[in-house]
């Protein structure tokens, strides 16, 4: 069978991957020019960074059994930051630090898992789950038609036609996955319903060396919720780069506005937290709009499957919001393909 897959990051990769080895031909189209997704890291001429996703755990015997051979290849390793919490309200946050590893981290579950990340990039992991797979970038695909044989995909502004396959799964978060499919799939409503919040992270290199003695800080009370030194994970560069995410409300807030114009404010929050590391002058800040970071709420679906209309979904905001839940939704469509149709 021919399966087009719409979106290159975790989840459509690894169904991509997972069909291809059942002797299916596969097909991704991705809108942007490479692999990852949220996976995603920024390269600038002194540092890169992993401006989305920060780290990926395992809480099931399923994706700690894919997990294990890319451990043993190197292709991941375990990240073991010092993490501290800062609280925004305090006047020297960093001088009045928190205890924190507790404290800091909102999911509990947290400290029961190793924190893994890949190895040189965070796109390194989707980077090899490509391997072999036929990858059309810079492809945003604009709408289904069905056809006798299938499906009809077409692309671009103006819709060029790109072949017919047996089945289509869509990847892409819910409001573009629900622009994208026929109102008679079986789950649109459900899809409909589902929201996402944006991130606004901010991405520097400082022009000098940072003396500060953590690695991840965790913030309360503050539009920034989260820094981390990405220098310091394993198999990256050693000049200083740092990145925060900022949390839902502020993100949110300023989610239309350009983010050059937010560049001055979280720069500014960011020395302020870490009170004055990271100086005036900087080699590079830029800032990043990440519109569908995480879902809103606990959906537990897994994926969506229209058999009759050969349409399925995927993608981690069917489960939760994780990397393991990206992989864990395309299994769960894999294994009702597979058990069913192919």
Same mark, same amino acid.
């Given at each position: ?27 991704? +189209? $991705? /809108? ?6 949220? &996976?995603?890291?920024?390269? @600038?001429?002194?540092?890169? !960074?992993? #401006? ?10 399923? +994706? $700690? /059994? ?6 043993? &290849?190197?292709?991941?390793? @375990?990240?073991?930051?010092? !993490?501290? #919490? ?11 630090? $928190? ?244």
């Amino acid at each position: 069978m021919r399966f087009a897959i719409i979106g290159a990051g975790m989840a459509g990769l690894s169904l991509a991957s997972m069909l291809r080895q059942s002797g299916q031909t596969v097909e991704v +189209f $991705e /809108k942007s020019r490479g692999v990852g997704g949220r &996976m995603s890291t920024r390269h @600038t001429p002194y540092a890169s !960074i992993d #401006h989305g996703c920060q780290f990926l755990g395992s809480r099931t015997p399923e +994706f $700690e /059994k894919f997990l294990e051979p890319l451990l043993e &290849m190197g292709l991941l390793e @375990t990240w073991t930051p010092r !993490i501290i #919490h800062l609280n925004g309200e305090r006047k020297n946050p960093l001088k009045q630090m $928190e205890p924190g590893l507790e404290r800091c981290l909102k999911d509990a579950a947290l400290l029961m898992e190793e924190m893994l990340v890949p190895v040189g990039d965070m796109n390194a992991l989707c980077k090899y789950l490509a391997t072999d797979v036929n990858i059309r970038f810079s492809t945003r695909i604009t709408h289904l038609c069905p056809s006798r044989s299938g499906w009809e995909v077409y692309a671009g502004d103006h819709n060029e036609a790109l072949g017919w396959y047996d089945w289509v799964i869509v990847t892409a978060p819910p409001a573009q996955a629900g622009e994208l499919l026929p109102g008679y799939f079986k789950h649109l409503a459900e899809i409909k319903k589902i929201g996402m919040n944006p991130c606004i992270a901010i991405l520097v290199v400082p022009s000098r060396p940072l003396d500060l003695d953590f690695d991840v800080a965790e913030i309360s009370n503050s539009i920034l919720n989260w820094i981390a030194l990405n220098h310091k994970k394993p198999g990256r560069g050693e000049h200083p780069a740092l990145i925060g995410h900022c949390d839902f409300r502020y993100s949110n807030q300023v989610l239309e506005q350009n983010p050059e114009d937010l560049k001055e404010q979280l720069i500014t929050e960011m020395n302020r937290l870490l009170g004055g590391a990271i100086g005036s002058d900087c080699h590079e800040v830029s800032v990043h709009r990440w519109r569908y970071a995480q879902s809103d709420g606990n959906n537990q679906a897994g994926c969506y499957v229209d058999r009759c209309h050969r349409l399925a979904v995927a993608g981690d905001w069917c489960l939760g919001g994780r990397v393991e839940d990206a992989w864990l939704s395309a299994n769960k469509t894999y294994q009702i393909l597979s058990n069913t149709l192919i």
